[in-house]
């Protein structure tokens, strides 16, 4: 077809337009629209098919009134939402999941169906004491049950206290208790040191709460708290166990360390079995040295006690009736010899009884003394030396160690470039055994025990990983959603264009363009020949049909079969 043609073609688009509906029945017509709305309806439906968002849960199991809050938030948002009423999930377009939780989580959203102290906000005037109290109380347990859940394996939890009234008399309070219950998520599990922590963290919330008052149960049942009694545990704890791996974990990283660079960092493995002793033990001690010198001791008191008595005239005479007689008059004799007590004379100045004068009767002999009785005591207090020694032994001190160690043989390579593996050297060995003892800090009083051995290592095929099915794969499944909605509108498309316009078009067909052909604008005739025309838009090859559409034509356009006919009878064609 050359440019005018298809100028012409153009430029009579209208037309033909006008002339294939003009040629169309009613039926026909009504056929037509209803083909042409079903593929605009069809086209609209696929795109915004493809447009709707994939919707993600934002929130599960939420009770009623947080689902209300969270759905009035986010109409707010202007996000859209989908909620499921039989589970209690909410759903958001994917693409807007985490942003909607961050901004729920500002305005404390979901609250988890728990009341905690913004009851408190909620007073009214005129509330007694005790509502008060209670009031106080279900918050306390709201607000430890929140901080319960932000536990990641806890998905729900309640909290129970049992507080007693408060006395003045020290013998009549009673100390509050508590239990908590605990929802785990499937298949999670808490271990003694997540319960010892929940036990404290709720025991530290409540005055006077002691930790023995505080019980755990799971959902099941069981009994999480107080497992660990010392007077009815039979092992260690975990905090001791813990203690223990990380012992052993340490001693084989530093004993594969320094063999590292000698054999490699992969042709060395070693083992630790450490005994540890975890009892508690507390000595006192009280000694006291034997006796010392005298001389070198230090005196801390010292005493002396001395009396006498005695130093009086004695009493004498014969017993009997003579010395109970007056006494006879005293004669002195003219001389007296001398020393004796007589011829011992006073001095001078000394007056004699009666006033008599020095010079004199002579005085009479002095009487006899009597011994004195005379007692010393003397008492020393020495210091004595005295030891006192508290003695507290270390929890966790090693009792024994017990270390293997293995090598890979070493990789030799030799003078043509082949690679073999050769064990160890008695002296390499040897080498390695002191490095270890020296690694490990080797106490043969204490028991430890030492074996290194030199083997080749098994060398071990990676395990393959099951390799998941194309048609298992996220990303492939989604793009066969995605290629089968697109299959599926196309489809229907073909359908209808197929089964319904094509056969539509086949009946309404116009006759051939040149039996329409005009002739050209200096009127020239064509010898049995046409002038070239844009051909149809479906070829029609059968004389039946073309006669058949003459036919129609001629009853639906008369005019235009007629100056066709006229032209041909002008033409002689």
Do not use: C
């Amino acid at each position: 077809m050359s440019a005018p043609a298809e100028v012409l073609a153009i430029s009579d688009a209208p037309g033909l337009a006008r002339n294939f509906l003009a040629r169309l029945s009613s039926q026909q017509k009504l056929g037509l629209m209803l083909a042409v709305s079903a593929i605009a309806a069809l086209l609209a439906g696929g795109w915004l098919w493809i447009q709707t968002p994939d919707y993600k849960v934002l929130f599960s199991n939420v009770s009623d009134a947080d689902g209300g809050a969270i759905i009035a938030s986010l109409q707010q948002m202007n996000v859209p939402y989908k909620f499921s009423e039989g589970s209690g999930t909410i759903l958001v377009p994917a693409g807007q999941v985490h942003d909607a939780r961050l901004r729920l989580a500002t305005q404390g959203l979901p609250k988890g169906g728990l009341v905690g102290f913004e009851l408190m906000e909620k007073q009214k005037f005129g509330t007694s004491q005790f509502l008060e109290q209670v009031n106080f109380q279900r918050a306390l347990e709201g607000e430890l049950a929140r901080s319960i859940q932000s536990l990641a394996a806890v998905e729900g939890a309640r909290v129970h206290l049992a507080m007693g009234k408060q006395s003045v008399f020290v013998r009549e309070q009673q100390k509050p208790s508590a239990s908590v219950l605990l929802n785990l998520y499937p298949g999670r599990v808490l271990d003694a040191a997540q319960v010892n922590a929940i036990v404290h963290l709720v025991s530290s919330s409540v005055p006077n709460l002691p930790v023995s008052h505080v019980t755990v149960v799971d959902q099941q049942g069981n009994l999480l708290s107080g497992t660990d009694d010392p007077e009815t545990a039979t092992g260690l704890n975990p905090h001791q166990l813990k203690y223990l791996h990380a012992l052993e974990q340490s001693y084989a990283r530093r004993i594969e360390a320094i063999l590292a660079p000698i054999v490699g960092k992969e042709s060395v493995r070693a083992q630790v079995a450490a005994d540890v002793d975890f009892s508690h033990s507390e000595r006192t001690d009280e000694i006291y040295k034997p006796n010392q010198d005298p001389g070198s001791s230090t005196v801390r008191s010292q005493q002396s006690l001395e009396s006498a008595t005695g130093g009086g005239e004695a009493e004498g005479g014969v017993p009997g009736a003579l010395s109970n007689q007056p006494p006879m008059p005293a004669t002195a004799p003219i001389e007296t010899p001398p020393g004796s007590p007589l011829s011992q004379t006073p001095p001078a100045d000394t007056a004699q009884p009666g006033g008599a004068a020095a010079g004199g009767a002579a005085a009479p002999a002095a009487a006899p003394q009597v011994p004195r009785n005379t007692r010393k005591d003397t008492t020393i207090n020495y210091e004595v030396d005295k030891t006192i020694q508290h003695v507290r032994n270390p929890v966790g001190g090693i009792k024994r160690l017990s270390v293997a160690v293995v090598i890979d043989h070493r990789k030799v390579v030799d003078a043509e470039g082949r690679a073999t593996r050769q064990p160890l050297s008695d002296a390499q060995k040897a080498e390695v055994t002191d490095l270890v003892k020296e690694a490990m800090g080797f106490n043969g009083e204490r028991g430890d025990t030492l074996s290194v051995a030199n083997s080749p290592f098994a060398v071990a095929e990676p395990d393959a990983a099951p390799e998941i099915p194309l048609w298992k794969q996220p990303e492939m499944i989604e793009l066969a959603q995605q290629i089968g909605k697109n299959l599926l509108i196309a489809s229907l498309i073909l359908y209808l264009v197929l089964g319904v316009l094509r056969p539509l078009l086949r009946r309404t067909e116009p006759p051939a363009r040149a039996l329409l052909a005009e002739p050209s604008a200096d009127g020239e005739r064509s010898s049995g020949r046409q002038e070239p025309v844009p051909e149809p838009v479906l070829q029609l090859s059968q004389h039946e049909e073309n006669l058949a559409l003459a036919r129609q034509m001629a009853r639906d356009d008369p005019r235009t079969v007629a100056r066709v006919i006229r032209q041909w009878v002008a033409g002689n064609g």
